[in-house]
């Protein structure tokens, strides 16, 4: 599971700072998120989204 940090965590012995993006296990994730430590983010590797766009045809 991937998550952003809120907070200064040390991980694996690395003091980490907010903003760090970490794929952990989910309960290590979930525990992390419970306590307000981080926050869950999309997975690194998934594309972004398309954008939904509206065209009309015939112009």
Do not use: C, F, Y
């Amino acid at each position: 599971m991937n998550i952003e940090l809120l907070k200064p965590h040390t991980h694996s012995g690395t003091t980490l700072a907010p903003g760090h993006q970490l794929d952990l296990d989910e309960a290590t994730a979930l525990w992390l998120i419970e306590v307000g430590v981080a926050k869950a983010t999309a997975a690194l590797d998934e594309p972004p989204s398309k954008p939904q766009t509206t065209t009309r045809k015939g112009d």
